[in-house]
């Protein structure tokens, strides 16, 4: 199924052999809101759509465990354990999840490409997901960042411009935000935060999978538009020190597990 193209010790990049297809493929897609009423994304008639709406006294409670990033991870980890179980006793039928986080459900066209994608995998055992860019300013010149370098560290602070170009297809060890898995993964190790800094409920699901983890280059979500309001500046030193705290957390999680 996969071919090696290049690697580095941190990550592999491979060719997924398409045209196949996959077999019977049953979608769910979900989500989690803190606005009542969601509106289902357009990508299909034929993919239902759950979202968990946290109610007010919960978005309180989420608010209040925002003070603690732990207690904030725990948080949103039970929410979504709570939503994938609601979905699954509403829709029995389902045999892969196609998670979104709220932010991105109105990019319609990133979630319709992604599941275009994956039925033309010839492996239902697969993860894919898609990058998450943001735009920084620094000084003169704006760049598109990979956002999500938490769940997904081997593209953690990766220049889409700048950057040596990747293959289309690139193996990880996990990725966040949006992903299509298949059911039984969840069902197997569901989510959980035992190496929290280092590691979310992103990177337990996917690296206790067993199942290849893909992240397709070609599909683009955003976390903010450039010339909105959303426009995040951020300076060197501040760039420096979030890197040089995000490698700090891996070490010394590392130690904890005495893993290399």
Request: with cysteine; aromatic share 14%; net charge positive.
């Amino acid at each position: 199924m996969f071919s090696r193209e290049g690697g580095s010790d941190s990550a592999y990049y491979l060719r997924l052999r398409l045209g196949e297809g996959a077999g019977t493929v049953n979608f769910c897609l979900v989500s989690l809101d803190v606005q009542p009423g969601p509106k289902k994304p357009r990508v299909g008639d034929d993919i239902p759509f759950y979202c968990l709406v946290t109610p007010e006294n919960e978005r309180k409670e989420r608010a209040n465990n925002y003070e603690s990033g732990l207690r904030r991870v725990l948080h949103i980890t039970e929410l979504k354990n709570q939503c994938l179980t609601e979905a699954l006793a509403r829709f029995p039928e389902t045999s892969h999840v196609i998670m979104v986080e709220s932010y991105y459900l109105k990019q319609e066209a990133a979630i319709k490409k992604l599941i275009r994608r994956y039925k033309e995998t010839a492996d239902e055992n697969l993860i894919l997901g898609a990058p998450v860019w943001i735009y920084l300013k620094d000084r003169l010149l704006t760049k598109q960042v990979f956002y999500d370098g938490w769940a997904c560290p081997e593209l953690a602070f990766y220049n889409r411009k700048g950057s040596p170009e990747l293959p289309t297809l690139v193996q990880v060890s996990s990725v966040g935000s949006c992903l299509i898995f298949p059911r039984w993964t969840w069902e197997k190790t569901r989510f959980a935060n035992p190496e929290y800094p280092a590691k979310i409920y992103y990177n337990w699901l996917c690296e206790n999978s067993g199942c290849p983890v893909i992240v397709d280059m070609s599909i683009s979500f955003f976390r903010c538009i450039i010339g909105g309001r959303n426009l995040t500046r951020f300076s060197y030193p501040w760039r420096v020190f979030q890197y040089t705290n995000f490698r700090l957390r891996r070490f010394l999680s590392r130690l904890r597990t005495g893993r290399r």
